[in-house]
């Protein structure tokens, strides 16, 4: 006997010749994606209504089911680390800072043997005992300027590094999740069309045994059909393994949410690329690098003014690399006394109501100019970062647009294949009832029109796996794309 090419492309057999296109067919169609629970074949083997094509899930259900990452540990990990940031920006932003400092100190004096001749009247005796001193800086920041500006820079920097972490975790896991959750959509269905497959290969047997006990079949045509239903059933075995896989995927993802109803429908999304914008920070970094560098080149002046308060002493500093004000309270006062220091007769010891000191300092060494050329050497290196991360982005955004076309392309055939399979289907119906073709051929007709329908179901996967690409690269979470 010889077969006939249908409008799918396929080969359609005489029914003793159906285990040998079930067995390929059922590798074709045990596609590692799918979801619903299995059901029943028809009573004449056939899939006839019993996978129909995957409709498409709301946005509130996939909403619901992606808010579930929230509590996944990825999620918890990256928001920590983003909190962390921020609250170390929020403390260089302070508007103050405040340094206290307490010390205890003890003189032990010991007298020559010659007794020395009694002090004279007025003069003070060295200090016996313990004594202490204190310190209470305020240091106020009204704005950041030279390297508190810097280091403002750094910490938004990675403020902005652990925003972006936050996002292409999210990112990375919505879309591992709608993906897992398409897959387990399809295995179900693909699990039941297995049920299906082999309800038709032991109906083929049981056809080529009959055929064989009236010599109408060889030996070799029995033990092809036999192996036909052991290939199916090793089917059905696989689809229950990826079935059980996917759900497993599923409940590690999200625990124990429902399920999608259908597959979810987004668009591409187009967004800066992560790597070009990590490039054009470490270039900040490189200039704030560069502009620190040559900070330490310049001279710094310092200026401050010290009130005398009898025992205690009040001052008010400022410097130049950062013109941060600090105000210093201490006990006892840095004037030592009312003379200012040594021991005189206390009438005499003149008063000093106040200092003022003003200084310039700068330090000038050959680490100092090598690490301005490393700098920006670094600022170099930076730049043609920026350069290979732009070039780098427009090529994958080129690869997501090619991988998206020939997705559609594929969608687009898989409409055309299922069509065709569906026309065939009905056309050897017809034949069935017109009593020109056996009812076993129509079962196998059904069943070349589910698989069409459930290659349709994987092309759809193809496209929203090329969709969510987009997502997962542009650290773009697919819940904001929802309305």
């Known amino acids: 006997m010889t077969g006939r090419t249908s409008a799918t492309g396929r080969t359609a057999l005489r029914p003793w010749r159906l285990g040998t296109v079930l067995a390929a067919a059922l590798i074709a169609t045990a596609a590692p994606y799918a979801v619903a629970q299995p059901e029943s074949p028809a009573a004449d083997g056939s899939l006839r209504d019993t996978a129909p094509e995957a409709s498409f899930a709301s946005d509130r259900s996939v909403r619901a ?125 693909g699990l039941r069309l297995a049920d299906a497959g082999v309800a038709l290969a032991e109906r083929a047997r049981d056809a080529t045994r009959t055929r064989h006990e009236l010599g109408a079949a060889t030996d070799a045509e029995l033990r092809r059909a036999e192996a036909a239903v052991t290939r199916a059933e090793d089917g059905r075995r696989s689809a229950v393994a990826r079935l059980r896989s996917s759900e497993r995927t599923v409940r590690d993802l999200v625990g124990d949410v429902p399920p999608l109803s259908g597959l979810p429908d987004l668009d591409p999304v187009d967004a800066p690329d992560p790597n070009l914008l990590q490039a054009e920070e470490d270039r900040r970094l490189a200039e704030i690098g560069v502009a620190s560098a040559e900070r330490a080149l310049y001279p710094v002046a310092q200026a401050a003014y010290a009130w005398n308060l009898g025992d205690d002493s009040l001052s008010v500093s400022l410097e130049s690399r950062t013109l ?160």
Do not use: C, K
Not at 100 to 115: K, Y
């Open 65 to 189: 089911f992606l808010d579930a990452l929230d509590g996944h540990p990825g999620v918890r990990a990256a928001r920590a680390g983003r909190t962390a940031a921020e609250r170390e920006l929020d403390g260089l932003r302070s508007p103050f800072a405040v340094d206290a400092s307490v010390g205890f100190s003890r003189v032990d004096a010991r007298r020559p043997e010659e007794p020395l001749p009694p002090p004279l009247d007025g003069l003070q005796e060295p200090p016996d005992g313990w004594s202490h001193q204190g310190q209470l800086d305020l240091r106020v920041r009204p704005f950041l300027v030279g390297d508190l500006a810097d280091a403002e820079a750094q910490l938004h920097v990675s403020v902005l590094r652990a925003e972006r972490s936050v996002r292409e975790t999210r990112a990375s896991l919505e879309a591992a999740a709608l993906q897992a959750a398409t897959s387990l959509h399809l295995a179900e269905r």
């Open 324 to 483: 941060q004000p600090t105000v210093s309270y201490q006990t006892p006062g840095s004037f030592g006394g009312a003379a200012g220091g040594g021991i005189l007769p206390d009438a005499n010891a003149p008063r000093i109501d106040g200092s003022f000191t003003i200084g310039v300092s700068m330090t000038l060494s050959p680490e100092s100019f090598y690490a301005l050329d490393g700098a920006r050497a670094r600022l170099a290196a930076a730049d043609a970062g920026v350069q290979a991360a732009r070039t780098d982005a427009e090529r994958a955004r080129a690869e997501r647009d090619d991988a998206l076309r020939a997705a559609r392309a594929e969608l687009e055939l898989a409409r055309l294949d299922l069509d065709l399979a569906e026309a065939d289907a009905r056309d050897t119906e017809r034949r069935v009832e017109a009593g020109l073709s056996v009812p076993l051929e129509s079962a196998e007709r059904a069943l070349a029109a589910s698989e069409a329908r459930l290659a349709l179901d994987s092309a759809r996967l193809t496209l929203l796996s090329a969709v969510l690409r987009s997502y997962r690269e542009l650290a773009v979470p697919p819940s904001e794309a929802l309305p």
